[in-house]
């Protein structure tokens, strides 16, 4: 699925294929997971959700 071209890493049709099909996966999962959810509740979750983020890797050292 990945290849090399002119010493860079690059997809093969395969990957192109397979990063096609994840990235509609990806956003039926978030359409369906999101459902009935506004803008701006989703806005703040993902805001609260990088702070506890960046609290927990402080806190990990």
């Known amino acids: 699925m990945i290849i090399m ?3 860079r890493l690059s997809l093969s ?3 192109h294929a ?3 099909e994840a990235q509609k996966l990806v956003e039926e ?6 459902m009935g959810i506004g ?3 989703y806005a703040m979750a993902v ?4 702070r506890m983020t960046l609290n927990a ?5």
């Not at 999962?29 to 999101?34: E, G, H, Q, T, W």
């Open 13 to 15: 049709e395969l990957g």
């Open 5 to 7: 071209v002119d010493d």
């Open 18 to 20: 397979k990063h096609t």
């Open 57 to 61: 890797e402080r806190l990990a050292g």
């Open 29 to 34: 999962s978030r359409r369906d997971l999101s």
């Open 39 to 41: 803008i701006d509740e």
């Open 47 to 50: 805001s609260v959700l990088e």
